[in-house]
């Protein structure tokens, strides 16, 4: 039994992890993110903070007043607020970002992290609880890829792999060994929805991890809404890397996958 602080940004992985900590009996006091974490949150958890973006200093000093040693942070916190709204960034978080040679997504949550330490917290491993969200090896779906789809996601996991340590590409559309489409900061949904505009469909998505993927931090996550995205962009396959990737809501995604003839292959 333990005391878990969670950082929760948006959807349902910091719900669906208070409930996996609850069942280990562990107890969650959760620090939300006004307008972007799920007001649901607060059903599942001991306690919950509310904390309004950009806010810090605020953050930091009610982790110490509750005393956190153990935290783990989850969910989507889409990078493009840095720049809508960076004026609500309190001279904390200004300072922090001051510091920084560039705002790749580790060097933000790294800078997090020394934060965190100097406080005695330790970031977990998120997936230690979520062991049964990561798919095994294989087809998950009725059809397999075709050849030539194969041909194109062997392509593609390469160039992801490259691309990622750049801080960019975790997520790319191929079609006939064309990259059609790259992910940046608008995320993978986003993403796939361009890809449908600029290509009259057939084309695969590869999801993979960066290199030095640190699965404590931004563990790349598929749930219903991007495979739905593939759906309705004309997209006809969607690979994601092994042992490294969240998969919510997996049968409900299986069913609806097979409905549309697409496959989904864990490679």
């Known amino acids: 039994m333990a005391r878990i602080g969670l950082v929760a940004g948006e959807g349902k992985l910091p719900i669906v992890f208070s409930r996996v900590a609850k069942v280990k009996g562990d107890t969650v006091i959760a620090f939300a993110l006004k307008g972007v974490t799920s007001p649901e949150l607060e059903k599942t958890v001991e306690k919950l903070h509310w904390i309004p973006w950009g806010s810090l200093q605020k953050g930091l000093l009610l982790l110490a007043t509750e005393r956190i040693r153990k935290i783990v942070m989850l969910g989507k ?68 890829p075709s050849p030539e789809e194969w041909a194109d996601i062997k392509y593609g996991f390469d160039m992801a792999k490259k691309l990622s340590g750049f801080d960019i590409g975790q997520t790319i559309a191929i079609k006939e060994k064309t990259v059609i489409s790259v992910e940046a900061v608008e995320g993978t949904d986003d993403t796939i929805a361009r890809t449908g505009t600029l290509v009259e469909g057939g084309f695969v998505v590869v999801k993979v991890a960066r290199p030095d993927q640190d699965m404590r931090f931004d563990v790349p996550l598929v749930g219903i809404e991007t495979i739905k995205t593939l759906a309705r962009s004309g997209g006809k396959a969607l690979a994601l890397e092994a042992d ?24």
Do not use: C, Q, W
Request: charged share 40%; hydrophobic share 40%.
């Open 77 to 144: 916190i889409k990078k493009d607020i840095l720049f809508k709204d960076e004026g609500a960034l309190d001279d904390h978080a200004k300072k922090m970002l001051g510091k920084l040679k560039d705002r790749k997504d580790y060097a933000i949550l790294n800078e997090i992290n020394k934060a965190f330490s100097k406080l005695g917290i330790e970031v977990l491993d998120s997936t230690t609880y979520l062991k049964d969200l990561i798919p095994s090896r294989g087809t998950l779906t009725k059809r397999e």
């Open 244 to 267: 490294k990737t969240l998969l919510m809501d997996k049968d409900e995604i299986i069913e609806f996958a097979d409905s549309k003839d697409l496959s989904i292959v864990i490679i």
